[in-house]
């Protein structure tokens, strides 16, 4: 699927900038008391599983639909902090920024309002394509759908990133982090369940991400 290649982004290291002791600097979203903030107890193992006689496409379709309207609407309260002159590339913490990949192949360093808008009218476009998600009887799922939903979360999972990374202050200060915790801790639970990450991918929210599992881990043995 040509188009798909051309939306899937790069991923490259640059060299931290700052002082060290500025790069030492515990990120918001890894401090107390905001880590644990979350709406959700227990695991998410039961709600992300694939139901009993429910076809695997057409469940993923479903959540795809769901996580990208919640990102959406998060990504929407915070949108007017996140400007071509506050965030000039798609960083996601020191050293990590993403570049667009156009319909030629060519890599492009993008501010990161002009690259979540690409994410999200490229989503946007999928959900309301016929022949990519199905909604009509008897049509059935093209054989690259996971691939597709693979490609969708990889982006998705760069919005989350670009958002704790460089404005968790602002979802503090809406008071969304038990929210968007929550979404987040579902989203990746969801993603390991099918494999739909690559664990290279990750790596923005790694620790954040182990902090999340343990967490979880905890409560199922309680």
Known sequence: MNFLRNVEGKLYRTKSRGSAKATSLRPLFLSQPFVNASFVKGSFKPIVMLP???DEDEWLAVNVFEFFTYLN???GSITDFCTSSSCPSMCAGPGVEFS???????STKLPAPTYIDYVMT???NLLNDESTFPTKAGREFPPEFKQTVKSIFKQS???FAHIYHNHYDKVLHLREEGHFNSLFAHFISFAKEFALLD?????PLE???EIMELKEANGRNR
């Open 52 to 54: 009993k006689y429910v």
């Open 73 to 75: 609407l998060f990504y």
């Open 100 to 106: 667009w990949i156009d319909h030629t192949r060519k």
């Open 122 to 124: 490229w989503i946007q």
């Open 157 to 159: 999972f760069r919005v």
């Open 199 to 203: 664990k290279k991918e990750m790596g």
């Open 207 to 209: 620790e954040l991400i």
